[in-house]
């Protein structure tokens, strides 16, 4: 299976940094899109940042110009390095993964979430 590690959340003053990290572990034969999604209270989850194995990214328009995704294949990670945070960017964050594993098997796994707390 696929198990997915994430870290960087935490508490920021509007107009701030944190960057996020995801981790992929397991029987992988293959990543192919990695992904943050986020989920405000008594909101839908939405997509946030995209990254295919090939191809261009992809922002949600909210974050445009402000975030950027981005990953390392040698490391099965994906970042997303958030400035200039606004306090509706306040959720939790949820790093997804969609891997072909050694099996042939293709899975999509998401992580534990990571709380993100700006403050105006």
């Known amino acids: 299976q696929v198990q997915l590690v994430e870290s960087g959340g935490g508490l920021v003053q509007a107009g701030g940094s944190l960057r996020l990290s995801c981790a992929a572990s397991?029987?992988?034969?293959?990543?192919?899109?990695m992904g943050w999604y986020r989920q405000a209270p008594g909101k839908q989850r939405e997509l946030v940042a995209v990254?295919?194995?090939?191809?261009?990214?992809n922002y949600a328009d909210s974050v445009k110009g402000r975030f950027t995704i981005s990953r390392d294949n040698a490391k099965n990670t994906v970042y997303l390095q958030m400035n200039s945070l606004k306090p509706e960017d306040t959720a939790a964050y949820y790093c997804?993964?969609?891997?072909?594993?050694?099996?042939?098997?293709?899975?999509?796994?998401w992580g534990q979430g990571t709380q993100v707390t700006v403050s105006s």
């Open positions: 997804n993964v969609r891997a072909v594993l050694s099996s042939g098997r293709y899975l999509e796994v």
């Open positions: 397991g029987s992988i034969f293959s990543i192919n899109g």
């Open positions: 990254i295919p194995s090939g191809g261009s990214t």
